[in-house]
């Protein structure tokens, strides 16, 4: 396999992009979906995502453009 081939680039890149979003799923279900506004976490649940990045990540979900 040539690592430098534009074609491998792009499928490992889209495979990158593809995990890291059903795990933004995972967590939004998970902590997000089905809880009260007031109880959503403000600290991140798991150890490879940092507090700021959490608390990002809840700002966008709860936004009026995400919502719909």
């Known amino acids: 396999m ?7 680039h792009e499928a490992c890149t889209d495979l ?3 995990g890291q979003q059903q795990m933004r ?3 939004k ?12 976490r403000t600290t991140s649940p798991i150890k490879q995502m ?3 990045q959490w608390r990002e990540l809840v700002e ?4 009026p453009k ?3």
């Open 2 to 8: 040539d690592v430098n081939s534009k074609a491998v």
């Open 16 to 18: 990158l992009k593809c």
């Open 25 to 27: 799923y995972r967590l």
């Open 29 to 40: 279900k998970q902590y997000f979906d089905g809880v009260p506004a007031n109880q959503v």
């Open 50 to 52: 940092t507090d700021d």
């Open 60 to 63: 966008m979900w709860s936004s």
């Open 66 to 68: 995400h919502k719909v």
